[in-house]
């Protein structure tokens, strides 16, 4: 997943229909002797919506909370979409515009507090480690470089097949590799975590070697390729909002069409797009163990 020098702006044309980190606050600094208590955050994901019902999929979020023991304060921290999951899966096709336009920038959001009802209820709040005050500024100081630098949502893993040594031709990016990627910072600054079970949510498709297309100026530009171009757009029109349970079966049945019987995907990654020839099983949602890291440095004395 390509790194960017800077986020850009987001155009008014991407909506939210739930405000991004509407409590959001700036990372404290704390004081060096601080002993913070680290959790494990899971719950499914839209439980505040739907409840339990995309947890029995394993459909999770992930996020993790911290408890300073000098302020008895708590914090949450997570990584999410900006405009929500629709935006950062599919593109919107704008009339007067020949590129499928993309609302797909993800970030961090901190915020004071843990709502453990939230967590407890279908989900997980555990205790994984337990830091210093020096450590959590030093991973306050990464969080922000990640934040500016990966910027956009990517909600597939791309593999040549289900088999668990298997090629992965795109990585995701996404809540749960922010989580990840937030425990190997800790453990490298010396957190020592408990040796517990942590499985994460994966959704896959599985496909044969991706052939590269171009980026958006050599397809959809003056001089691109105006059939490939129309391929890409009706490829991504069954995908749109639906406003009838009738227009969506319609879709439904293309996309099937398109994805399974002819095994046809399209992909956007790092601003480029990319052919997939879909392969059995085609779509996979897997919740399996990551388990936690081992550190490349001693403890800071916790």
């Keep these: 997943h390509r790194r960017f020098d800077y986020r850009p702006k987001t155009d008014p044309y991407c909506q939210a229909r739930y405000t991004f980190c509407p409590t959001g606050s700036a990372i404290p600094v704390m004081k060096e002797e601080d002993v913070i208590e680290v959790y494990r955050l899971q719950a499914p994901v ?7 019902l995309l947890g029995h999929l394993k459909i999770m979020h992930d ?21 929500q999951l629709g935006n950062c899966t599919f593109p919107h096709l704008r009339p007067g515009m020949d590129a499928p336009f993309w609302c797909n920038q993800g970030a961090a959001c901190f915020y004071e ?7 407890k209820e279908n989900g997980t709040l555990v205790l994984v480690t337990t830091i210093s005050g020096t450590m959590f500024n030093e991973m306050a100081k990464w969080v922000k470089y990640d934040n ?9 893993t791309v593999q040549a097949s289900p088999d668990k040594q298997s090629i992965v031709w795109f990585d995701s990016y996404e ?9 190997q ?4 600054l010396g957190a020592v975590f408990r040796k517990i079970q942590t499985n994460y949510t994966s959704i896959i498709l599985f496909s044969g070697e991706p052939i590269y297309l171009g980026n958006e100026t050599s397809i959809f530009g003056p001089q691109g390729n105006k059939t490939l171009a129309a391929g890409i757009r009706d ?3 069954p995908f749109k909002p639906h406003r009838t349970v009738g227009e969506f079966f319609v879709d439904l049945f293309k996309i099937i069409d398109r994805v399974i019987l002819n095994r046809q995907f399209y992909l956007f990654y790092n601003l480029e797009y990319w052919f997939l020839p879909m392969k059995f099983p085609y779509l996979k949602i897997i919740y399996e163990e990551v388990p936690l890291p081992i550190g490349s440095k001693t403890s800071f004395g916790v």
């Design 235 to 237: 490829f991504y029109y």
């Design 175 to 183: 809540c749960s590799k922010f989580i990840l990627r937030t425990y």
């Design 113 to 119: 507090g843990i709502d453990d009802a939230h967590w």
């Design 148 to 156: 500016e630098t990966g910027i956009y949502y990517e909600t597939w």
């Design 185 to 188: 910072k800790l453990a490298d």
């Design 46 to 52: 839209w439980e505040f919506k739907y409840g339990d």
């Design 63 to 83: 996020a993790v909370g911290f408890k300073s023991s000098l302020t008895g304060k708590n914090y949450t921290m997570e990584w999410y979409e900006l405009f």
